[in-house]
């Protein structure tokens, strides 16, 4: 029986995570697939550590981060945490539904794929609260396919699944979301496939708690523009 593993990374989701939380568990996948859920808090600092300090349920492992060490280190403790065969990161927010996540394992089944990625852009969809966060996400995506000989039309989604195995070996190292981007760049610089979902998508503004606008995104673009010069120069 395949065995999917659900890392939730969280930095201070205090309104969100235990209902987040609540559908990943009452989330079923396709036939024959079981669940672990691994929780990685990034030293939270609006109570959302202290939630997490008291929850009981022995279907979630909880991973409290000493200082925060960005998206990126917890992504990558997550995966060193995991005993699945597949790993897929999914947001501690209500932008993703996980309820989609049984999309990820049937396309497995259906392809015996090795990286299934969301995209919220397949058919075209624009679905943001800020234009800027749509044109970055959309030229990223044209860099990466041109620089990586890949096809994708999202490269910034955030629900990505690996097989575990092959993600300990791609000796990733980005700290913050800049790992989102290293990942395909490995994945594909190693041969693999990339196959594609499409995955619903409900942004948040700035003041529901979206981190990743305005300058923040800008800088964001920038440095992964770096990251995938970096790897196509680089072995």
């Not at 996948?29 to 009981?56: A, F, H, M, P, Y």
């Not at 996540?101 to 392809?111: I, M, N, Q």
């Not at 994945?187 to 990339?194: H, S, W």
Request: one cysteine or more.
């Amino acid at each position: 029986m395949p065995k999917l593993c659900v890392i939730i990374c969280a930095y201070n989701e205090k309104k969100t995570i235990l209902g987040i939380l609540d559908r990943v568990r009452a989330t079923t996948l396709s036939d024959g697939w079981t669940k672990e859920i691994i929780v990685v808090d990034n030293c939270s600092t609006d109570g959302t550590r202290e939630l997490l300090q008291q929850l009981k349920w022995p279907d979630v492992k909880v991973i409290f981060q000493p200082q925060n060490l960005g998206k990126g280190t917890s992504v990558r403790a997550g995966y060193a945490h995991a005993t699945g065969d597949y790993a897929v990161i999914q947001d501690a927010d209500f932008e993703y539904d996980p309820e989609e996540l049984e999309l990820f394992t049937r396309k497995v089944d259906e392809t015996q794929a090795q990286a299934v990625f969301g995209s919220r852009t397949l058919g075209g969809r624009a679905i943001y609260k800020y234009a800027v966060n749509y044109w970055a996400v959309r030229f990223l995506t044209l860099a990466f396919n041109l620089l990586f000989d890949a096809q994708l039309t999202d490269t910034g989604v955030a629900t990505k699944m690996v097989h575990t195995l092959v993600v300990r070996q791609l000796g990733l190292t980005g700290r913050d979301f800049d790992l989102d981007f290293e990942l395909p760049c490995k994945l594909r610089k190693r041969g693999y496939q990339i196959l594609e979902v499409p995955v619903s998508y409900h942004p948040r503004t700035q003041a529901e708690g979206k981190k990743l606008v305005g300058l923040k995104a800008v800088q964001v673009g920038l440095f992964t523009l770096w990251v995938f010069l970096r790897e196509r120069l680089t072995k």
